[in-house]
């Protein structure tokens, strides 16, 4: 089994541009969820689904959009990207239907936007 | 508004003593709390998790403690090694939320020889 996975590892992207970060999970678990990563500022949370065409927002949502139409993928659209948007994103699921408990993290993108 | 606070400050530490590291909150009323590693470039990966009504939990070298009145966990390592370097994150789940994780900022672990 492969996990969660992600990608691109590393994206580079001029201030307005779009792009969709993938990530893809083969431990059919029902709950999935975006973080970003920033320094000194921890892991927050972006969206999150609690199973196939679900979703919610989290603690900063503003810029990006999501969708669940599959248990397995959850892409990450940013529409515009801004410089604000650069840092590492982290595509976690969970164990448990519903619940957030236990997450299983994905390597991450690392994305700088210029 | 709900806090969660680690030591900033890297902690450095021997090989083979207890590393303790601490995770406090604020306004919280947490079901449960989890600790996670992280390497430098990597995902975070779970480690223990701890319920509300569970005072301590132990895997392997690894002991988790819950205090609900202190609003705090403890996170200890014994007999630490330098491969047990690494950054440590608590995360709690919002009151409410069901399905929202918070993180800490982590608190970087440095064992030396």
């Known amino acids: 089994n492969a996990g969660v996975t992600q990608t691109p590892k590393f994206q580079v992207l001029k201030t307005g541009q779009s792009m969709t970060l993938q990530c893809a999970q083969d431990m059919n678990h029902e709950y999935m969820s975006w973080y970003r990563q920033d320094p000194g500022m921890g892991l927050r949370l972006i969206h999150y689904s609690v199973g196939a065409g679900i979703t919610d927002q989290g603690e900063v949502p503003n810029g990006y959009n999501v969708s669940r139409s599959t248990t397995e993928d959850f892409p990450l659209r940013l529409l515009s990207a801004a410089p604000s948007q650069t840092s590492v994103y982290f595509c976690a699921t969970g164990t448990k239907q519903g619940r957030a408990d236990t997450q299983y993290f994905g390597p991450g993108t690392r994305l700088t936007v210029l | 508004s709900q806090k969660i606070e680690q030591n900033s400050e890297a902690l450095n530490i021997q090989e083979g003593k207890t590393a303790t590291l601490t995770c406090n909150y604020t306004?919280?009323?947490?079901?449960?709390l989890q600790w996670y590693r992280q390497d430098p470039g990597r995902g975070p990966v779970f480690l223990l998790l701890i319920r509300e009504n569970e005072k301590e939990k132990r895997k392997e070298r690894l002991k988790v403690t819950f205090d609900t009145t202190l609003k705090q966990s403890l996170f200890h390592i014994t007999a630490s090694q330098p491969a047990d370097s690494a950054t440590y994150l608590c995360a709690l789940e919002l009151t409410g939320g069901g399905n929202k994780l918070t993180f800490g900022t982590g608190t970087q672990l440095k064992v030396e020889l």
């Open positions: 306004n919280y009323s947490p079901a449960y």
